[in-house]
């Protein structure tokens, strides 16, 4: 099965550290979104790309958190610096848009990076 | 803005029972999606089922069934037998062409034994 591939699993940091995370979309797809999942806020929308152009990144904290996608396999969300606040899950799914009949296009989420600010 | 609601934050049902996790949502739209994802404690969002707006029929996956209610923007999911595997958090979550997807807070159903 096409996964999602996310990197790091976990992260532990200490805070004004610079944190990457990294996502490889499913080939072929044209839409990646990053999440972020808390326990108090529940699943937030950061950013999503559209053909590697960003579309959205209201829901990201501008001054210190920024989405890229570098090409197509490769999309990545720094925090920099980082504060504790931000230690969160941190998911990203891809999908095709617009979706066919045929029901096979929905987003996939990769496992997720979970974050620790110290 | 579009936005989901999940009433329930904990359902609880018996092995072998069936539960109906409940979902309401609000948009203006008349054609999106609609989701409910699983999420056990690995983390992994999976998908359970989906519904597509334009269609009358609700979607059932094995166990899993919905009650689509268009008029009402009710997306409620029905798990028959339930079993100990089910146990997750569920969200319910809406999506409407080129925007983003938006989720509900999750409802966490424990299955007893």
Redesign the interface.
């Known amino acids: 099965d096409a996964r999602v591939t996310q990197t790091p699993r976990h992260k532990v940091t200490e805070m004004g550290q610079e944190v990457t995370m990294r996502c490889q979309p499913i080939l072929g797809h044209n839409t990646v979104?990053w999440?972020r999942q808390t326990m108090m806020q529940?699943?937030e929308?950061l950013a999503?790309f559209?053909n590697r152009a960003p579309?959205?990144d209201s829901g990201m904290p501008k001054d210190r958190f920024s989405a890229e996608m570098p090409d197509a396999t490769l999309a990545t969300l720094k925090i920099q610096p980082s504060e504790p606040r931000d230690s969160a899950?941190y998911?990203c799914?891809s999908g095709l848009?617009?979706?066919g009949s045929s029901?096979a296009n929905?987003?996939?989420?990769g496992?997720?990076s979970?974050l620790t600010v110290l | 803005a579009q936005t989901v609601t999940q009433s329930q934050p904990e359902m609880s049902v018996q092995e072998a029972e069936t539960v109906t996790l409940s979902c309401t949502y609000d948009t203006s739209e008349s054609d999106y999606?609609l989701?409910w994802?699983k999420q056990p404690p690995?983390?992994?969002?999976?998908?359970v089922i989906?519904q597509e707006a334009y269609k009358q029929q609700n979607a059932t996956e094995n166990r899993f069934s919905v009650n689509f209610q268009k008029a009402a923007k009710s997306f409620s999911l029905k798990i028959s037998d339930s079993q100990l595997g089910d146990a997750a958090m569920y969200?319910c979550a809406y999506?409407y062409?080129?925007?983003?997807?938006?989720?509900?807070?999750?409802t966490r159903l424990t299955v007893k034994p």
């Open positions: 979104f999440y529940g699943l929308l999503y559209r579309l959205d899950v998911f799914a848009v617009p979706w029901g929905v987003l996939t989420f496992a997720g979970r | 999606y989701f994802y690995s983390r992994q969002m999976i998908l989906r969200f999506w062409n080129n925007n983003d997807m938006r989720f509900g807070a999750g």
